[in-house]
């Protein structure tokens, strides 16, 4: 079943204004149009480099679902009855893959979102700022990473996986009356959509042997972050151990996430935007943000409230240092000059100091303050192309949210460098009786054997294990 055009997110108004003001750019003519429910078809005229007209049948169509084969058969038959010579298919989604076999041998266009996206981008249609605004209103914006769909490699096929689970997959508790029971394992491939980011940070920094100079740090990194669940990827390197014989044993590397976006993306609107302040800022008064959204933020562990002291800081306190000193150097002068006539100077006209109020503050427990190293790319292998056969998950958080949230947790500029997929398996665990009890997420991504990368050792990098997951070869994300 369809889904229905509100789950796809866009309002059927803006999809249309998105599709005839795409087709006029690509110099299409349209000659009619006709809106249903979830879209619209539309007949429309090309020239050719001879001057003639090429007709073409269009049908676009909002949807949160794949569309199949039989919608392209149907647009097929539709496009053979308005004796148009072309056709093309428009969706919010994507395709199956039996959809594309089906359009692959015949003049049938299948523009995704994605595609749709990359096509504006590529022919320069981004310089229409009206049409860039509808896209931004209805989210139509990501593009693939590197204009090419790029995934991650999956370490084991989805047979291997089943064939583990099945294995091994057992339920409800051992006891002496009750064995336990077998489960069947049942495995389908998805792809998440994974936005990459590319953060580059400006920094200026002094040294303990020239603190008058300052000195200018550069740093570039990418970040992946889950634009379906909001998870932040990372690499983690576990310290080495050595066996009884002394010998060294390699670095292990795991792949692992954090949820510290999707907190932030979940969060009510007033808290979020709370806390971008306190990213951006610093610190803020108590005072000004007291309420409903900072316990929010509080009771959730975003934020700290603690009291503020004006002498905490290296440079308060030499500042105060600095003013005692010249205060004394004062009362010994005007006793050098006075003699017994000096009388220290009446206290009443000081103004005493404020007395410091509570101040709030960022507390996220980002990955990088344990070790975590965000450039997965510099550990994963990658590749062009996806495996049809695996299905895509849709796009809950769009890139330009997501790098907002990044710019204020760096403090650094943020660029939204494209889409890229991580391949997982969804594991659904039945009983003898054919029902469903439990469902996993499994994850099992294929490693580079030897690196370069700045955050390593500098002596012979060893090679990484192949999983990558502590010598296991899944490992459980939900």
């Not at 995704?112 to 022919?123: G, M, S, V």
């Not at 004394?328 to 009443?348: N, Q, V």
């Amino acid at each position: 079943m369809e889904d229905k055009p509100e789950e796809a997110g866009i309002n059927p108004a803006d999809f249309e204004n998105i599709v005839v003001t795409f087709l006029g750019h690509m110099g299409f003519g349209v000659d009619s149009k006709t809106i249903v429910e979830d879209g619209l078809d539309i007949i429309a005229k090309t020239t050719n480099p001879l001057g003639g007209n090429i007709p073409s049948f269009i049908r676009a169509r909002m949807s949160a679902s794949e569309v199949g084969e039989d919608e392209i058969q149907g647009l097929w038959n539709e496009a053979k009855k308005q004796n148009a010579l072309r056709a093309a298919f428009i969706t919010t989604a994507d395709f199956t893959s039996a959809a594309k076999e089906f359009a692959k041998d015949k003049p049938i266009s299948l523009i995704n979102r994605y595609e749709l996206a990359d096509t504006i981008h590529t022919y320069g249609l981004d310089t229409d700022t009206k049409l860039i605004s509808i896209l931004e209103k209805t989210a139509i914006t990501e593009r693939y990473f590197k204009s090419e769909k790029y995934s991650f490699i999956a370490d084991k096929s989805r047979g291997e996986v089943e064939a583990a689970l099945n294995k091994k997959s057992t339920g409800g508790r051992f006891s002496l009356l009750r064995k336990k029971k077998k489960l069947k394992a049942q495995v389908n491939g998805r792809y998440a959509p994974v936005g990459v980011f590319d953060i580059r940070k400006v920094e200026y920094v002094t040294s303990d042997e020239a603190p008058e100079t300052i000195r200018e740090v550069r740093t570039e990194f990418f970040t992946h972050v889950n634009l379906n669940s909001g998870e932040l990827y990372y690499v983690r390197r576990k310290k080495p151990r050595r066996l009884f014989g002394g010998e060294q044993r390699d670095y292990v590397y795991s792949l692992e996430k954090s949820n510290v976006l999707a907190e932030i993306l979940e969060l009510p609107p007033e808290s979020k935007k709370h806390l971008l302040d306190l990213m951006d800022h610093g610190s803020l008064p108590y005072d000004e943000l007291k309420g409903k959204p900072l316990s929010i933020l509080e009771k959730r562990g975003m934020v700290g409230i603690r009291e503020k002291t004006s002498s905490r800081t290296r440079d308060t306190l030499l500042r105060n240092f600095s003013e005692l000193m010249v205060k004394l150097a004062d009362e010994l002068l005007d006793l050098m000059h006075f003699g017994a006539e000096y009388s220290p100077k009446s206290k009443t006209s000081e103004v005493k100091p404020k007395e410091p109020g509570k101040v709030v503050a960022v507390e996220l427990k980002m990955p990088h303050l344990w070790g975590g190293i965000y450039n997965i790319q510099n550990y994963l292998l990658i590749e062009p192309g996806i495996d049809e056969s695996f299905r895509q998950e849709p796009i809950k958080y769009q890139s330009s949210e997501v790098a907002r949230i990044l710019k204020s947790v760096f403090r650094a500029d943020v660029g939204e460098k494209g889409v890229m997929f991580l391949p997982y398996y969804h594991c659904r665990f039945f009983d003898d009786e054919g029902k469903a009890v439990s469902h996993e997420r499994l994850i099992t991504l294929k490693f580079l054997r030897q690196y370069e990368h700045e955050d390593t050792i500098k002596e012979k990098k060893p090679p990484v294990k192949k999983t990558g997951y502590r010598g296991t070869p899944y490992k459980l994300i939900h």
